[in-house]
């Protein structure tokens, strides 16, 4: 006797459709899976056994054999569960065929027989096409975001059991709605003084660019970055789906709707791992935390604290947008286009007015080797912070709120989409001649920073892109969004890159 159900499995950020295929035959009692299972997957046998004869069935004693094709990439996590007790009970005769031709399952099971949610809901469901999702009651709203067919939302394997052999029509789980959601996001007008910086980070969100902040501890650095989400835009459709999926696969738990329509800000302890920060492990390969950070925004806070070897596997991505994780049996392409923003202090104590640095010359040193040359290079902007001064701090004046800087943000992003199609942190050398040409001034400007060998082949592109968002920024209403970047523009993208030395840094 033999059954096919339809399932799937995730692998990295995406989702992979299994057929499990069930066959049920004479022999010594016993059950076998093949097909690439992981540990877990493998431990379905106990938890499906379990779950059936909690139903009030009978277990098939008899030789039950599992496959999960196809079998060229291993299978992973709880998820099988459902499909698989489905295939037993249809194989042993409980269950016509016809009743699951057109169903899709994916699902825990507990012993005694609850549907459980699973990680990565939305992606294994949007790839079942338009079959019947059914699916645990509790992930309804993940898996609306992606089904291209019905979903069935079931709490208990007897409610779909009953389905199948026409005993119940489907249950009516009636899903409550969530609550509304508030957005607590903190406001710019909560920063006193810090002009440069808050000019620096309104460039950031305009154009999409990295920025490293750089200044002693206290001077706003982490209040400055943290206020980055609030200027914006909302992600759109497309994006949102992509990014919905990822922290799906990754488990993070989704806003009630089940849909990501805010960009995300993942913020990593300085101790992570390269694992946790590029994503992978042994076989799972789960999003790591700049895949969560995909169309949003990566926060590296205490930069210098962090392993160079963790900073190093930044940079790859960064020019990419994704991340090619391969192990010995398996491989993945994670999703990785984020906006990265560091802070960091310029030496292990801190810094400070001139005079005040207590750190000898090796351990300053030992500190700057953690930031290395092609990682600084990276960073369109980086911003020199100074602590504000005595009369900024205890000022009552309210300064400019996020949402006014907000607006002149959409309006420069949307001028730059409608262009060239994307940001300008993503213009190629191509785009830039295109869409960033450059008056004799700015030109002559850059020449002679390259001259000084104060700009890379890489720094002079992103000096262009930086610029180009200023002069977005700078546009008035009405003006050819195709103008020229002016000598004005390029320097001031110029003072936006800092060079960090040991004590505070100075404008290049």
Known sequence: ??????????????????????????????????????????????????????????????RITVNLAPSRHRKTGTGLDLAIAIGVLSANGNIT???????GCVGELGLDGSVRPVPG????????????????????????????????????????????????????????APDAVVDLVADLADVHGQPVARRALEIAAAGSHHMLLVGPPGSGKTMLARRLPGLLPRLERDAAMEVTMIHS????????????????????????????????GSHLLRPGEISLAHRGVLFLDELGEFAPSVLDALRQPLEEGVIHVARAHVHADLPARFQLVAATNPCPCGGGPPGSCQCDETSRQRYLRRLSGPLMDRFDLRVAVHPPD???????????????????????????????GCTNAELDGAALDLHAPLSDAARSLLRFELVCNRLTGRGLHRIRRVARTIADLDAQSGRDPVQMIEEAHVAEALRMRAQIHARLPEIA
Do not use: K, Y
Not at 97 to 103: R, V
Not at 126 to 153: C, F, I, K, Y
Not at 255 to 268: C, E, Q, Y
């Open 1 to 62: 006797m033999f059954a096919t159900v339809a399932s799937a499995s995730i692998l990295g950020a995406a989702g992979h459709r299994v057929t499990v295929e069930v066959h049920i035959g004479n022999g010594l009692p016993g059950f076998t899976m093949v097909g690439l299972p992981d540990e877990t997957c493998r431990e379905a046998r106990d938890r499906v056994r379990a779950a059936i004869l909690s139903t009030g069935l009978c277990w098939p004693d008899r």
């Open 97 to 103: 065929a016809d009743a699951i031709a057109d169903l």
């Open 121 to 176: 809901i939305a992606p294994m469901v949007g790839v079942l096409g338009d079959l019947d999702a059914v699916v645990p009651a509790r992930s309804v709203h993940e898996a609306l975001r992606a089904a291209g067919g019905r979903v069935r939302p079931v709490a208990h394997l007897s409610e779909l059991v009953s389905v199948l052999t026409g005993e119940a029509p489907w249950p009516d789980h009636q899903v409550e």
């Open 249 to 280: 696969a990754a488990g993070v738990r989704l806003p009630p709707l089940g849909f990501v329509d805010l960009p995300p800000f993942r913020a990593p302890h300085h101790s992570s791992s390269n694992v946790a920060l590029v994503g992978g």
């Open 390 to 420: 005595v009369e900024e701090i205890l000022t009552t004046q309210t300064s400019e709120p996020s949402s006014a800087v907000a607006a002149r943000v959409l309006q420069a992003r949307q001028v730059a989409v409608s262009r060239s």
